[in-house]
Every structure is written in C-alpha cells, then in structure tokens.
C-alpha cells in the first residue's frame, strides 16, 4: 500500500506533467486549454509539495522557473560549433548577387530552394539538451564563446525544460533568439521612469541587460520569449534534411517556431516575403530588424561551407535602421492649434529608416525632465513607421560639460501671452485665442486628411490665406472665390478653380469629421466618431450637458467638461452655427443599441487591399461593437481580409482565427450570424 509521501511524490511528478503540458500550449502554441486561475492553482500545488519536500525539488520543475538561486558569477561557455554571423545587406542588388555566388560555387542551374525567416532584433542564445532535459545556456558572446545564463533562461516559459520526446537524443544544442514584446518592453520602461531608474533605449537593450542579471529572479519578473532557428551539434540525431525539415521537428519537440516563415522558395520568393515583413513590421508583437535568407537543402549548406566568420548559405537582409545616435543642436518651441507648447529638439541630420531626420519632438517638460536631454547632448532618436521622430534616451557619458537644463519659457513664444498650465495636466498653454500660432495650426488642422480633407489647401497655401487676411476663421474657407485666389504668388486661375472646387466638394461631410475638425481638446478621431453616433442630430451636440456628455460611452469627465467649454464659449458656438450653415453635414449611421449581437466584443484585424479604405470598415466595424487590432493573436476573433493579405493572414490560419471577406463583414456589422 502506498504510503502518504508516495501519494505526494506521484501527486508532484503528475502536477509537473500538467504545468509543462499548459506552459507548452499557453507560450508556445498560443493556444491554452485552461484558465490562469486554474493554472496557478496547480502551481501553488506543486509548489508546496516541493517545500515540505525540498528534497524533491529539481532542476527541470515548472516552479523554478520563477527564479532559483542568485549566481556569482557568469561564467564562459565554449560552443561546440561557433555561432558565425552572418554577411548582411539592406540592398535587393546585393541579395541577388548572394544567390549568384551560391549558384556559382555549386555549379547550380536548376531550382534552388530558400528558406527566409525574420530576423529577431534581441539576444541570440544557445540552449544545451542531455538526453532530453535542458542543462545549460549561453548567450553567443563572440561566436566561439558566450556567458553562461542558464539560470536565467530557466526563467522563459518558451523555452521546454524537457523536449517532448520518448527517445530524446544524447546531445542537443538548440540556437534561437530571446526578446522581449514591444508592449512588454514600453510598460516595463514606463515602470522604471516612475522609480527614477535608467531607462532602455530598445527591447533589445532591455533583453540583454535582463539576460545578464545575476539573480534570476529579476529575470522572472519580466515577460521574455524565445524563438528558435537552429541548432549547433546534433543535427543527425534529428533526421532533418532541410530548414524546412527542422523547424517541423524542433516545433515537435516543443520549441516555439515563428510562422512567420518561406520555405521552399526561390530567391525572388525571398525578396517578396522580406517586402511583406517589411510592411507588416508596425503590426509585429516585436521587433524584428529584416529577414534571414538560408539554403534550405542541409547537403547543399555543407558543400558551401563557411568563410572566417559567417557561413556561404546564408545572408541577412535588413531593414532600414529606425533608430540612430544623433546630437542634439538646440530645442526649440512650437505652438499648435490648442494652444500647448511643444519643446522640439533640433538635431544633426540622421537618415532613418531611409528618411533623413532633422527634428523630433520632446512633448512637454516633464518629459524634458525625465529624459534630462540638453542642447549638446548626443541622443537616440526613433521613427517607428510613420511617426513623428522622439528622442529616447540620452548617452549621458557623451555629454559635453557646461550644459544647462531646459526649461520651456513663461509667455508664449509668438504671441508673448503668458502661458498657463491647467490643474492635473503636464501642457503648458497659450490662452490667448488670437495667437497667430494658434490660428494657423487650427486652420490646417480643419483642412487635414482626416478632418475636411480638402484637396489643395496645404500647409503653406493655408498659410499664404493667413497672410493675406483671406481666412481667419474655417468658415472663411467656403467664402474664397477662383478671382482672388487667383491673385496669390504661384496660384495661377487653374489652381484656383481647383481649390473652390474641392471646397465646394468638401461641403458634404460626415458628422464624426467635421467634429473632429474643429480641433477641441482631447476630442481625436474616435471620440469625434462616438459623439457622432451618439448624436444622430449633431445640432444637439452644443447643447448637452456634461451629464449627457458623459452618460456616452467612452466619454468622461474631462472630455464632457473640454466640449462644455468648447461650445459655451460666444465665438466658437457662432463658429460652430456658420459651419453648421454652410455644410450639408451627414448623420452617424445609426447601430441598434450601439452594438450587434454577431460582433458585440469581438476583435478584428484588418489587413490586405479592400473595397472600401480600412478607415471606412474600422469605423463601420466600430459602429457595430467589434474592437479593432493591429496584429493577429489567440484573442482575435475574426480577420478582414483583401488582396495581398501576407504574414497575418499565415498567422490566422496558424491560430485557427476565422478568416472573412468584405462580404461576411457587412453581415456581421448588420446584426447578422455568419
């Protein structure tokens, strides 16, 4: 008869079983059976099991995973087989030429395969299996050798303490790369400004000094995952013939594979996937700096051989960078439509992401504050895909001495009003209404592509209007004719029967723009759209209260208040009365209860070329309850998708995520059941 102990041993090898089983399907499959409250209920179990028997507790347990014992030291490790780099390029010319020189030294004419992966912006790591259990791991260090970080990498639940095999082989060497999500990443940095501590410029940065640490509790507490690519020795215990043949067999024993991938391909297959990577790399969970072009046959790999430093059959081919060191020249301010002073940093010409960068924007003086960036100091600068330039850290041990702080002046700097800052907000502002700043940012705001979208009326014609004391108020747009704008320098009669005819087409305009349009204060796109559907008779939006204001859904106190004082204001509501004259203004489309039954809740992502723009069916889609996302993961529920729908419709079908055409979206914003 088995004794209490024997229940328990057999109760902990069995809670082990299940939490690597959940570990498995929750960080790598993306795909958990159970909830969490259900799954830290198993690990509290096995977790006081093993503290009466501490005798119990080994090495591959899930619950070590929080963290064991602080090391001394990182030691060294020497790989078996070097981690070799790899030869880069950001040019299609020279990736083209890659292909030429494989083909040559192989004496190849027929097809040859490819395979291209993303290539990770994080550490790359080597990961060592005996007879199936996880030993040791190191990062590549130099390519021949690493630090031993073991302790840490126990720590990422992506990473199997065990393989998942019954006949494991004797040694294994597993290479991937560790990194962490961009969310992860700006909420953990979001947490070190508010404890003044030192921030990261990247979540590669951040990886890496998380990878180092000496305790791996520290690790544990921040959410890294790992994606392998590889392996080092052990390759012919695997059977794998190809790239394409190992991955398959790495995700069988229970590593995490990108399915972000092109097997089999030609090098022209390879361009096109990098292109795709390329585009889609904003809706990435992380960060991703090109792609990796490998030989995909494993005997053709070997014929090729390597060189000193980096193998014949491979070639990463990367993106523009997005981010640079720079020197900061000075700072200066700007004033927008709402009055708020905007420090901006003026810097040394920077080319990112192929655009050459001259200024980026330093928001207000807390942020001046918090980063403590001077003129002369040398910076990182960031331009994420299509937004403004930001100064992210300074290289304080590049500062040159006798700097001073920054402080944002006390009058504004065009109009000399002195400026005030309103309780619970960090922006300083001009209130003086009649700031010629003010003026022409409100101005071209109003005739921006998301507000009128009048075709022709740029930034330097609104500007030359100004000048001419043509406009003073949006309403003064619809009162322009051909004859006087035809007077203006570089005009010409033409441009000018153009532009009144755009504003004669801009006159008919949907409720949600025209709100947005008028430039009030914490009112952007959404909220303009809610307020829209909200007030099918938009005339009835001057004269709600703030109690009917904020009975709207997504709409608080302070935006309830901002429009309160927006209309109650003498001149803005007679502003408010012309433009409403003027516009044949269309009501939001009015959703039964605000929601349908078929998309109450539920997210999707919008990806491909449409019928319609994406901003129509996100606004549509909105309308009928669902929340939009960029990128594809477990929680999403459907995915709307056009021609050329690339890595995110892969992934959908990775998720088992219900794809649907422009077709099934209509029914579904109707209330309808697919």
Same mark, same amino acid.
């Given at each position: 008869?088995?004794?209490?102990?024997?229940?328990?041993?057999?109760?902990?090898?069995?809670?082990?079983?299940q939490?690597e089983?959940?570990?498995?399907?929750?960080?790598?499959l993306?795909?958990?059976?159970?909830?969490?409250?259900?799954?830290?209920?198993?690990?509290?179990?096995?977790?006081?099991?093993?503290?009466?028997?501490?005798?119990?507790?080994?090495?591959?347990?899930?619950t070590?995973?929080?963290?064991?014992?602080?090391?001394a030291?990182?030691?060294?490790?020497?790989?078996?087989?070097?981690?070799?780099?790899?030869?880069?390029?950001?040019?299609?010319?020279?990736?083209?030429?890659? @292909?030429?020189?494989v083909?040559?030294?192989?004496a190849?004419?027929?097809?040859?395969?490819?395979?291209?992966?993303?290539?990770?912006?994080?550490?790359?790591?080597e990961?060592?299996?005996?007879r199936?259990?996880?030993?040791?791991?190191?990062?590549?260090?130099?390519?021949?050798?690493?630090?031993?970080?073991?302790?840490?990498?126990?720590?990422v639940?992506?990473?199997?303490?065990?393989?998942?095999?019954?006949?494991p082989?004797?040694?294994?060497?597993?290479?991937?790369? /560790?990194?962490?999500?961009?969310?992860?990443?700006?909420?953990?940095?979001?947490?070190?400004?508010?404890?003044?501590l030192?921030?990261?410029?990247?979540?590669?940065n951040s990886?890496?000094?998380?990878?180092r640490?000496?305790?791996?509790?520290? $690790?544990?507490?921040?959410p890294?995952?790992?994606f392998?690519?590889g392996?080092?020795?052990?390759?012919?215990?695997?059977?794998a013939?190809?790239?394409?043949?190992?991955?398959?067999?790495?995700?069988?024993?229970?590593?995490?594979?990108?399915?972000q991938?092109?097997?089999g391909?030609?090098?022209?297959?390879?361009?096109?996937?990098?292109?795709?990577l390329?585009?889609?790399?904003?809706?990435?969970?992380?960060?991703?700096?090109g792609?990796?072009?490998?030989?995909d046959?494993?005997?053709?790999?070997?014929?090729?051989?390597?060189?000193?430093?980096s193998?014949?059959?491979?070639?990463?081919?990367?993106?523009?960078?997005?981010?640079?060191?720079?020197?900061?020249?000075a700072?200066?301010?700007?004033?927008?439509?709402?009055?708020?002073l905007?420090?901006?940093?003026?810097?040394?010409?920077?080319?990112?992401?192929g655009?050459?960068?001259?200024?980026?924007?330093?928001?207000?003086?807390?942020?001046?504050e918090?980063?403590?960036?001077?003129?002369?100091?040398?910076?990182?600068?960031?331009?994420?895909? @299509?937004?403004?330039?930001?100064?992210?850290?300074?290289?304080?041990?590049?500062?040159?001495?006798?700097?001073?702080?920054?402080?944002?002046p006390?009058?504004?700097? /065009?109009?000399g009003?002195?400026?005030?800052?309103?309780?619970?907000?960090?922006?300083?502002?001009?209130?003086?209404?009649?700031?010629?700043?003010?003026?022409?940012?409100?101005?071209?705001?109003?005739a921006s592509?998301?507000?009128?979208?009048?075709?022709?009326?740029?930034?330097?014609?609104?500007?030359?209007?100004? @000048?001419?004391?043509?406009?003073a108020?949006?309403?003064?747009?619809?009162?322009?004719?051909?004859?006087r704008?035809?007077e203006?320098?570089?005009?010409g009669?033409?441009?000018a029967?153009?532009?009144?005819?755009?504003?004669?087409?801009?006159?008919?305009?949907?409720?949600?723009?025209?709100?947005?349009?008028?430039?009030? #204060?914490?009112?952007?796109?959404?909220?303009?759209?809610?307020?829209?559907?909200?007030? #099918?008779?938009?005339?009835?939006?001057?004269?709600?209260?703030?109690?009917?204001?904020?009975? /709207?859904?997504?709409?608080?106190?302070?935006?309830?208040?901002?429009l309160?004082?927006?209309?109650?204001?003498?001149?803005n509501?007679?502003?408010?009365?012309?433009?409403?004259?003027?516009?044949?203004?269309?009501?939001?489309?009015?959703?039964?209860?605000?929601?349908?039954?078929?998309?109450?809740?539920k997210?999707? /992502?919008?990806?491909?070329?449409?019928?319609?723009?994406?901003?129509?069916?996100?606004?549509?889609?909105?309308? $009928?309850g669902?929340?939009?996302?960029?990128?594809v993961?477990k929680?999403?529920?459907?995915?709307?998708?056009?021609?050329?729908a690339?890595?995110?419709?892969?992934?959908?079908?990775?998720?088992?995520v219900?794809?649907? @055409?422009?077709r099934?979206? $209509?029914?579904?914003?109707?209330?309808?059941?697919?």
């Amino acid at each position: 008869m088995a004794t209490r102990e024997d229940q328990e041993h057999a109760r902990l090898r069995e809670l082990r079983t299940q939490l690597e089983l959940h570990n498995h399907r929750y960080f790598v499959l993306d795909d958990p059976l159970i909830s969490d409250a259900e799954y830290d209920a198993l690990f509290r179990e096995a977790r006081d099991i093993e503290a009466r028997h501490p005798e119990w507790v080994s090495a591959d347990s899930p619950t070590q995973r929080v963290g064991g014992e602080r090391v001394a030291g990182l030691g060294t490790v020497v790989h078996g087989i070097p981690m070799l780099s790899l030869d880069n390029t950001t040019r299609r010319e020279e990736v083209l030429a890659f @292909d030429a020189r494989v083909r040559k030294y192989l004496a190849h004419t027929g097809d040859l395969a490819y395979t291209a992966e993303p290539k990770y912006d994080g550490v790359a790591v080597e990961l060592v299996y005996e007879r199936g259990l996880f030993t040791s791991g190191s990062t590549r260090g130099d390519g021949r050798t690493g630090e031993e970080i073991g302790h840490n990498l126990r720590t990422v639940r992506s990473i199997p303490q065990r393989l998942q095999s019954t006949e494991p082989p004797e040694l294994l060497e597993v290479r991937g790369e /560790v990194l962490m999500p961009i969310a992860a990443f700006r909420k953990w940095n979001a947490e070190r400004a508010e404890q003044g501590l030192e921030l990261y410029a990247n979540p590669r940065n951040s990886t890496a000094g998380t990878l180092r640490q000496l305790d791996p509790k520290v $690790a544990a507490a921040r959410p890294l995952e790992f994606f392998v690519y590889g392996i080092g020795r052990g390759e012919a215990a695997l059977g794998a013939k190809s790239q394409s043949e190992l991955a398959a067999r790495l995700r069988e024993l229970g590593f995490r594979v990108d399915p972000q991938r092109a097997s089999g391909v030609d090098i022209g297959g390879a361009i096109e996937f990098h292109e795709m990577l390329l585009r889609d790399r904003d809706g990435l969970r992380y960060e991703i700096d090109g792609s990796v072009i490998k030989v995909d046959d494993f005997a053709l790999q070997r014929r090729l051989g390597t060189l000193n430093r980096s193998p014949r059959w491979a070639v990463a081919y990367k993106f523009p960078p997005r981010q640079q060191t720079t020197r900061v020249r000075a700072i200066e301010v700007s004033v927008g439509r709402t009055g708020t002073l905007t420090p901006v940093a003026v810097l040394e010409p920077v080319s990112i992401g192929g655009v050459t960068v001259e200024h980026a924007t330093l928001h207000n003086q807390d942020e001046i504050e918090r980063l403590d960036v001077r003129v002369g100091d040398t910076v990182f600068v960031e331009r994420a895909g @299509d937004v403004i330039p930001k100064v992210v850290k300074v290289v304080a041990g590049a500062r040159p001495p006798h700097t001073e702080k920054f402080r944002l002046p006390e009058a504004c700097p /065009v109009c000399g009003t002195k400026v005030v800052r309103a309780e619970g907000e960090v922006a300083l502002r001009c209130p003086n209404r009649r700031c010629p700043a003010k003026l022409r940012e409100r101005l071209r705001h109003f005739a921006s592509r998301h507000a009128l979208d009048i075709e022709g009326l740029g930034e330097k014609l609104v500007d030359q209007l100004i @000048d001419a004391k043509l406009v003073a108020h949006p309403s003064d747009f619809f009162a322009l004719d051909a004859v006087r704008l035809a007077e203006l320098d570089r005009m010409g009669e033409k441009s000018a029967q153009n532009l009144v005819d755009a504003l004669a087409k801009a006159r008919r305009v949907s409720a949600a723009r025209l709100i947005y349009a008028l430039g009030i #204060p914490h009112v952007g796109e959404r909220v303009a759209a809610v307020l829209a559907r909200a007030f #099918p008779d938009v005339a009835r939006l001057a004269a709600a209260t703030a109690e009917q204001l904020e009975a /709207v859904d997504e709409i608080g106190p302070t935006i309830a208040e901002t429009l309160r004082l927006w209309f109650d204001d003498p001149e803005n509501r007679a502003e408010w009365e012309r433009l409403r004259a003027l516009l044949d203004v269309e009501s939001a489309p009015v959703v039964a209860h605000a929601k349908s039954e078929a998309l109450a809740g539920k997210t999707i /992502v919008i990806t491909g070329t449409l019928g319609e723009p994406r901003s129509t069916w996100k606004e549509r889609l909105e309308a $009928a309850g669902a929340k939009i996302s960029g990128s594809v993961s477990k929680k999403t529920d459907f995915l709307l998708a056009g021609e050329n729908a690339g890595s995110k419709l892969e992934k959908a079908r990775e998720l088992g995520v219900r794809v649907i @055409d422009e077709r099934e979206a $209509a029914r579904l914003a109707a209330g309808e059941a697919l």
